[in-house]
T-cell receptor, first 113, second 114 residues
Framework: GNSVTQMEGPVTLSEEAFLTINCTYTATGYPSLFWYVQYPGEGLQLLLKATKADDKGSNKGFEATYRKETTSFHLEKGSVQVSDSAVYFCALSGKGGSYIPTFGRGTSLIVHP | EAGVTQFPSHSVIEKGQTVTLRCDPISGHDNLYWYRRVMGKEIKFLLHFVKESKQDESGMPNNRFLAERTGGTYSTLKVQPAELEDSGVYFC????????????FGQGTRLTVV
């Protein structure tokens, strides 16, 4: 079945540091890939998405590239801010396999001033 | 356009009691999903409605959980009787299409069973 594996957290960084959160997936067919974010006290929000291989999703300075050859969708940001502190979830859904969105276990990011 | 709304935002109940969570999806979204996240773990799928029909309930943990979606509009998730391990955040999501489209999430209901 479909599955998503994320790097363990928490990830602790200083402001303006470079961020990478690794995500790899297993799926049949050609899923779409998503990053969701949950800020403290809020619900899940879609951060970015990519629907086919080599697509790059981007939003709020975050980027992730759909790498079919490595089945990865790593999240990156060049310079994090304190306000980026949140839990980040990698997810996939697609018609090739299960159409039900499948999530990783989330990676907590803590950014210090 | 209103988003997915969930009620209540928080609930604290005693073991053995009953709790009902409600989800109002985005108008026109036929697909409705329930998920649960236990502290520090992945967001796990519980079940999926297409309109009023249960399309997939393979993630429901046991028969203490009952989900309904009256008339294909809002959905309720009842836990009866609640156990300590039911504590977590229950998310509802809705989408237009079943695959390759974004699922919009509610803010979640934090359930604490004491």
């Amino acid at each position: 079945g479909n599955s998503v594996t994320q790097m363990e957290g928490p990830v602790t960084l200083s402001e303006e540091a470079f961020l990478t959160i690794n995500c790899t997936y297993t799926a049949t067919g050609y899923p779409s890939l998503f990053w969701y974010v949950q800020y403290p006290g809020e619900g899940l929000q879609l951060l970015l998405k990519a629907t086919k291989a080599d697509d790059k999703g981007s939003n709020k300075g975050f980027e992730a590239t759909y790498r079919k050859e490595t089945t990865s969708f790593h999240l990156e940001k060049g310079s994090v801010q304190v306000s980026d502190s949140a839990v980040y979830f990698c997810a996939l859904s697609g018609k090739g396999g299960s159409y039900i969105p499948t999530f990783g276990r989330g990676t907590s990011l803590i950014v210090h001033p | 356009e209103a988003g997915v709304t969930q009620f209540p935002s928080h609930s604290v109940i005693e073991k053995g009691q009953t709790v009902t969570l409600r989800c109002d999806p985005i108008s026109g979204h036929d697909n409705l999903y329930w998920y649960r996240r236990v502290m520090g773990k992945e967001i796990k799928f519980l079940l999926h409605f297409v309109k009023e029909s249960k399309q997939d309930e393979s993630g429901m943990p046991n028969n203490r959980f009952l989900a309904e979606r009256t008339g294909g509009t809002y959905s309720t998730l009842k836990v009866q009787p609640a156990e300590l391990e039911d504590s977590g955040v229950y998310f509802c999501a809705s989408s237009v299409d079943r695959g390759n489209t974004e699922a919009f999430f509610g803010q979640g209901t934090r359930l604490t069973v004491v």
